[in-house]
């Protein structure tokens, strides 16, 4: 966490309250250059409620999958192609290396362990792309969506149980989903998400901001925008999870 300046926060303890300062360059804008816990606490929330979808950005998903599918299977008919020149290259290699299993070992091109270690990565390679093609467009980018809105829940949950977490988890988290928080005058400034999630914290929208934010204009999703911003792959949501359920808070028993 820096300051716009460049310099960082560190923390330090004072009457048994956690805050945190910057020894800010001459001539730095930054009005406040101590942060308190509370003030800590409401950047990481913000930070989160700008990493998730919103309600209705969740609902134009969902609306408009259908014609995004479609559309989508259309665009990838070339992929389906080259797939299945693959395969067939495959399965030629394969019936070559069959067929000439004798030859092949006599004249010294493989031994016995590298034609069956060829064999086996052929077969290997030929079982992934079959896989891949028995897959629709369809299905893939809709994985793609399930995984975008469970990962909103996810973030929601965190979310609220955010403050109430332990300082280890609050720090896990924090740790998982940011690279880098610029604080100016105790409001978030500039955020930088970890790879998994920049995608869904750089996607258009257009959302309301607090006093010293950054408003980012844009329709709140662009006809454009549905593949490219929320469907572009994440990693698959078990990835994205690991780094969530571990850490994530969770509410203190009352």
């Known amino acids: 966490m820096r300051c716009a300046c460049g310099r960082s926060y560190s923390p330090y303890v004072q009457k048994g309250h956690t805050y945190y300062r910057s020894r800010c360059r001459d001539g730095c804008v930054n009005p406040a250059a101590n942060l308190t816990e509370r003030q800590l606490d409401q950047v990481i929330v913000d930070v989160l409620g700008r990493i998730r979808l919103t309600e209705e950005e969740c609902a134009q998903l969902r609306a408009r999958a259908p014609r995004e599918f479609a559309r989508l299977e259309t665009d990838q008919t070339e992929e389906r192609e080259a797939r299945t020149r693959e395969q067939q290259r495959l399965r030629r290699d394969l019936s070559y290396l069959d067929e000439n299993k004798i030859t092949l070992l006599r004249e010294g091109a ?5 034609y069956h270690a060829e064999v086996e990565r052929l077969r290997k390679r030929l079982a992934v792309v079959t896989q891949e093609q028995e897959r629709s467009t369809a299905e893939i980018v809709s994985e793609r969506l399930n995984d975008v809105l469970g990962l909103t829940e996810l973030l929601k949950m965190a979310e609220l149980s955010y403050k ?36 869904l914290l750089d996607r258009p929208r257009d959302t309301p901001c607090g006093e010293g934010e950054i408003r980012t204009h844009g329709p709140p999703l662009a006809d454009d925008s549905f ?23 969770k509410i203190k028993d009352k």
Request: net charge neutral; charged share 25%.
């Open 110 to 114: 493989y031994n016995a362990g590298e």
């Open 164 to 199: 109430d977490a332990s300082p280890e988890r609050r720090r896990d988290l924090v740790v998982a989903l940011v690279a880098e928080l610029v604080v100016v005058g105790g409001h978030l400034a500039k955020i930088g998400a970890r790879d998994a999630f920049k995608q």
């Open 227 to 249: 593949q490219d911003c929320c469907l572009k792959p994440l990693g698959h949501l078990s990835i994205v999870s690991d780094k969530l359920s571990q850490p994530t808070p």
